[in-house]
Structures are given as structure tokens and as C-alpha cells.
């Protein structure tokens, strides 16, 4: 009996061991090719439970998901000499198992292929369009012509691509800096520019502004000459009627200015001869010691005579 069971363990475990090599399961996220001594028997793409021939035939699992393409960073030439740091990536599936193993075996070697392949093609696309074109509308155009490039080469290797995106496109450091400076430079010119003609016109605005002043200044000295000449003439004209009117007051009238205006001060001193025409008015109304003859039409206007002045006089 021992040995009877022992036979049926024995047996259970090479089933067992034969129904592991000859199942397989395919998930839904896979497909797989069932390859003998390297060669490809048959590809299975429904999922489910699968058989093979145990310990001959061998299962090689192939993704059947949208895959992740990120080639590294290029740099690309523009039609207008523009360079641009592109940053791209993809999205790819794999249609076609069979030629995916025969062309390149394996993922990494798929993704190394289609990272040349889209580099290739960005310049390609990149170089016959602008800087303007990448920045603008145009852009989505440009991404579905990069991934109809980059598809007529994947089909070899029974890829589909599915999406070409770009992630950044940004000028180098040294085109940044370049550019920056430029710009820079035409800003300071043009404040320049601005400034220059700011001060043109303060300028102008002063000299319109001093031009207008002198001539108001011109025309109201004008006029106040104007004004002058007319009052000095009316004043002319009325001292002429008052003197007209009674010579001997205005003589008389003149003589008090003048003694006023000679003896205004404290420390004024003066020595003169009593009997000059200065003092005239002075003493007893004679002038060298004879009296002054008066109109008769005048003498009641007139106004009586100062005080005798001793024959030397020093007014002070």
C-alpha cells in the first residue's frame, strides 16, 4: 500500500508538472506568441487559458497597452535658423506580435528604434517651419505630420502610434541670453528715442512759451508806454493850463520844491548869496534887495513873503 501511494504522489506530481508547462494564461493586457526552439509557432491575442506542448513550446508574453515613448531632449534648427531644445514624447501600441518579435524582440530595443526614429523626424518637420508656426495655431499640424512620419516607420516593427505630443520648446541658454540682451538694447533705444523726442518737444513748448512771453512783455511795454506818453501829456497840458492861469504861484510854486528837495536832509549845508534868485522869495519878497513888481490881477492870490534873510545866509 505504502508503495501504491507513493506511485500515486509520484504520479500527481508529473501531472501536476505537466499541466504547469502545458497551461498558460493571457490576461487582457497582453497577447503572446508560442515559440519552438525559437521559432514562432502561433500568436494568441484572446485572453484566457491556453495550451501548449510541455517542455517544447515556450510563451513569449507581448504588452498590448498604449505604451510610454520619451526620447531625450533635442535640439533642432528652425527654417529661420531659429534653434529650439525640443522636449518630445509619444504614445505607442504594439498591432502586430509577430513582426514585433522578429523585428526587434523586445521593448527597449522597440523604444530605442522609435526614439531615433522621432528625433529624425522632428528635425525633419522642425525644419521647414518657423519659430512663429511652432508657437502658434499651426502646432497640431505640425505634431500630426511629426506622427505620420514617425508611423510609416513603425509599422515595420508592427508598432502603431498613437499620439505625438511636444512638451516644452524652449530657445538654448545661450539663444535665451542672446535674445534677451537684443531686446534689452532695443528697449534702451527706444526709451532713448523717447526721451530725445520728449525733450524736443519741452524745447519747443519753451521756446514757444519764451517767444509768446516776449512779446506780451513787448506789447505791455508798449502800451505802458502808450499809457506814460498819454498821462505825461495830459500832465503837460494841465500844467500848462494852471501856469497859464497864474505864472507868479507856479514860480512861487517851483521855489518851494526846489527848497524841499535841496534842504531835505539834517546835514545839508549850503552858503549862498542872500540876494541870489534862489532865495528870491525870502525877506521882504525882492529879489538883489528890489521888490518884485506883481499884477494887479495876482497880488490877492498871492501868498505873503517869508522872513528877511541876513545879507550872508546859511540855511542848514
Known amino acids: ?53 510541455p517542455f517544447i513550446e515556450t510563451v513569449v508574453y507581448v504588452d498590448r497597452r498604449v505604451l510610454d515613448l520619451d526620447p531625450p531632449v533635442e535640439q533642432v534648427i528652425l527654417s529661420d535658423q531659429k ?24 521593448e527597449a530595443v522597440a523604444e530605442a528604434q522609435l526614439s531615433a526614429t522621432l528625433n529624425s523626424a522632428l528635425r525633419r518637420v522642425l525644419g521647414s ?74 524745447q519747443q513748448i519753451r521756446s514757444r512759451a519764451e517767444r509768446e512771453r516776449t512779446v506780451i512783455i513787448a506789447e505791455a511795454q508798449r502800451d505802458a508806454q502808450k499809457l506814460r506818453g498819454e498821462g505825461d501829456n495830459q500832465a503837460i497840458k494841465l500844467i500848462g493850463e494852471a501856469t497859464a492861469q497864474d505864472p507868479q504861484f ?22 549862498l548869496s542872500p540876494s541870489g534868485d534862489f532865495f528870491r522869495y525870502f525877506g521882504d519878497g525882492t529879489v538883489g534887495g528890489a521888490a518884485d513888481p506883481a499884477p494887479a490881477s495876482t497880488s490877492a492870490n498871492r501868498p505873503p513873503a517869508p522872513a528877511a534873510a541876513p545879507a550872508t545866509a546859511t540855511a542848514q
Open 1 to 53: 500500500m505504502n508503495r501504491n501511494l507513493i506511485v500515486a504522489a509520484i504520479a500527481v506530481v508529473v501531472l501536476g508538472l505537466l499541466a504547469s508547462s502545458a497551461l498558460f494564461t493571457v490576461t487582457q493586457a497582453q497577447q503572446a506568441l508560442v515559440t519552438q526552439f525559437g521559432a514562432v509557432k502561433r500568436v494568441v491575442q484572446e485572453p484566457g487559458l491556453k495550451l501548449k506542448i
Open 83 to 106: 534653434r529650439l531644445d525640443v522636449d518630445a514624447f509619444g504614445r505607442y501600441r504594439i498591432t502586430d506580435p509577430l513582426k514585433f518579435f522578429q523585428a526587434v524582440r523586445n
Open 129 to 202: 517651419v518657423t519659430l512663429l508656426a511652432v508657437l502658434s495655431e499651426e502646432r497640431a499640424r505640425i505634431m500630426n505630420d511629426i506622427r505620420a512620419e514617425l508611423n510609416d516607420k513603425a509599422k515595420q516593427y508592427g508598432i502603431e502610434i498613437v499620439d505625438v505630443r511636444i512638451r516644452r520648446a524652449d530657445l538654448p541658454e545661450e539663444t535665451s541670453q542672446a535674445i534677451f540682451a537684443r531686446m534689452r538694447s532695443e528697449r534702451e533705444r527706444e526709451a532713448a528715442e523717447a526721451r530725445a523726442q520728449g525733450q524736443e518737444q519741452a
Open 250 to 271: 507856479y514860480a512861487f510854486y517851483r521855489s518851494l520844491e526846489a527848497y524841499r528837495k535841496a534842504l531835505n536832509k539834517d546835514d545839508t549845508t549850503l552858503v
